[in-house]
């Protein structure tokens, strides 16, 4: 408990350092806030919490987070069913779905094979994205985990898991970003860039 503070303070507190990113000073700066909210937003804050927390699930076919089971995108039966693009979390998909430029299905993998942060490929839903790829309408897989050491090594797992399988795998495009100078792309972003090129 915070000392110095009062019980139910001190409790919100040590509540809110359990959210990822919220150290002991920014704790008890939202506690601050909290307290100083009017009634009615206080309790539209709570009632939130407590809906989310009651509504929202992980879709059973691709483990988006949704209030519906399956979510609107597995339901559309205008969504381009030939195509999986798979994440390492939700939120991800979520980027994905608000760049508008792409129609077909997800897979959520709800982690990335990262040992030193105890994340395990045994409890990544590779089997069950392995399942969804094996269907007649499936002919593309796109690997859109992140461009770090750990993606670098989820996109690999996933793709030993699924390389006996008829569906053509691909990976998100890296380097230079549209817009932007030669002169401020590091190494990587240039490596990715040369390595990725494509005909004219």
């Known amino acids: 408990m915070e000392s110095g503070y009062a019980q139910s303070m001190a409790r919100l507190m040590e509540q ?7 150290g002991r000073k920014t704790a008890e700066r939202l ?7 009017p009634e009615g937003q206080a309790a539209e804050l709570a009632s939130s919490i407590r809906e989310v927390k009651e509504t929202v699930r992980q879709c059973s076919n691709c483990y988006r987070l949704a ?13 381009d069913r030939s195509r999986i ?21 997800y897979h959520v993998l709800c982690g990335r094979v990262a040992p030193l942060d105890d994340e395990n490929p045994e409890e990544l839903t590779v089997e069950e994205l392995r399942q969804r790829a094996a269907s007649d309408e ?29 569906v053509t795998l691909t990976r998100l495009a890296r380097g230079i970003p ?5 002169e401020y792309a590091n190494a990587a972003i240039l490596g990715d860039a040369l390595e990725g090129r494509k005909p004219m």
């Open 138 to 166: 499936v002919e593309e897989i796109i690997l859109a985990t992140n461009p770090d050491t750990e993606g670098e090594s989820t996109a690999l797992y996933v793709k030993e898991a699924l390389e006996d399988l008829p």
């Open 16 to 22: 809110l350092r359990e959210l990822p990113g919220v």
């Open 67 to 79: 209030e519906s089971d399956p979510c609107p995108v597995c339901a559309d039966p205008q969504r």
């Open 178 to 182: 549209s817009g932007s100078n030669l």
């Open 31 to 37: 506690a601050h806030h909290i307290v100083r909210l």
């Open 85 to 105: 693009c798979v994440v390492e979390t939700p939120k991800d998909a979520v980027k994905v779905e608000e760049s508008g430029c792409y129609n077909g299905l």
